[in-house]
């Protein structure tokens, strides 16, 4: 339940990051038994039902990620399928991030510094570094003592190698701060969580597009925009 307020007062303040007025308080809160809510249209109307079929909802779906109302099936099916960063306002050079520059195609890769495939894949990246530019984002997926070595990073006085440090599986050697503000580590884990980052690496393409692990084929979805 605590996770869940602090996601909601998240998406308050994205929602009214650029808003004059105090976002509106949490007045109650009360779970509902469900797993996931489907968008069905009939008659020209939408309404959103759980899997089950007990509950149905109408009236106005917002995406409160990309702060906008949903009003049609494309819009709702595009939502589901993308994650727009700069919409969001997410301040990704402050969180926990590597940037490997290079060419103006952004790709957002989270990734576990313990997560070998995690390794197999910034290789690759660094030789298309001609067209895209990657954002690692490192976040403990695998556990304590990933929260460690993710932290080390994020605390480090001395991020000049931080990409060779995290390939070299010694992030945890980082020269650290004397005193760390966790602020934008903390965001970082949140961010994580509201994305339903389970499987590393978990990525975002170009064109907001989303996948978790990257698997055969993966430069062809990336180059497959839609």
Same mark, same amino acid.
């Given at each position: 339940?605590?996770?869940? /307020? ?17 976002? %509106? ?7 509902? %038994? *469900?797993?996931?809510? !489907?968008?069905?249209? &009939? ?8 899997? +089950?079929? =007990?509950? *149905?909802? =109408? ?36 969180? +926990? ?11 957002? *890769?989270?990734? $576990? %510094? ?6 197999? @894949? ?10 895209? &530019?990657?954002?690692?984002?490192? *976040? ?6 990933? +929260? ?5 990073? @994020?605390?480090?006085? $001395? ?8 390939? $070299? ?7 650290? !701060?004397?005193?760390? +503000? ?12 509201? @994305?339903?980052?389970?499987?590393? %690496?978990? @990525? ?17 979805? /990336?180059?497959?925009?839609?």
């Amino acid at each position: 339940m605590k996770y869940v /307020i602090r996601v909601f007062f998240f998406i308050l303040l994205a929602t009214h990051a650029h808003a004059e007025k105090t976002p %509106p308080k949490l007045d109650a809160i009360t779970p509902l %038994p *469900v797993n996931k809510i !489907q968008a069905v249209e &009939t008659n020209g109307e939408i309404f959103f039902m759980s899997e +089950n079929g =007990r509950f *149905v909802f =109408r009236g106005q779906l917002t995406d409160t990620w990309h702060k906008k109302s949903l009003d049609t099936m494309d819009e709702i099916k595009y939502a589901s399928e993308h994650i727009n960063i700069d919409v969001m306002g997410l301040p990704l050079d402050q969180m +926990n991030t590597i940037t490997i520059p290079g060419g103006p195609e952004r790709i957002i *890769v989270f990734v $576990d %510094p313990q997560c070998p495939y995690c390794k197999s @894949f910034i290789k690759q990246a660094q030789d298309k570094t001609d067209k895209y &530019t990657f954002k690692i984002v490192v *976040v403990p997926a695998l556990g304590a003592s990933s +929260n460690a070595l993710s932290k080390s990073l @994020f605390c480090s006085s $001395d991020k000049s190698n931080a990409l060779q440090m995290l390939m $070299d599986g010694k992030l945890g050697d980082m020269p650290q !701060q004397s005193s760390c +503000n966790t602020k934008h580590y903390d965001l970082t884990l949140t961010v994580a969580q509201l @994305f339903g980052i389970k499987q590393v %690496p978990f @990525f975002i393409s170009p064109d907001g597009r989303y996948k978790p692990g990257a698997g055969n084929g993966f430069w062809e979805w /990336i180059q497959n925009k839609g």
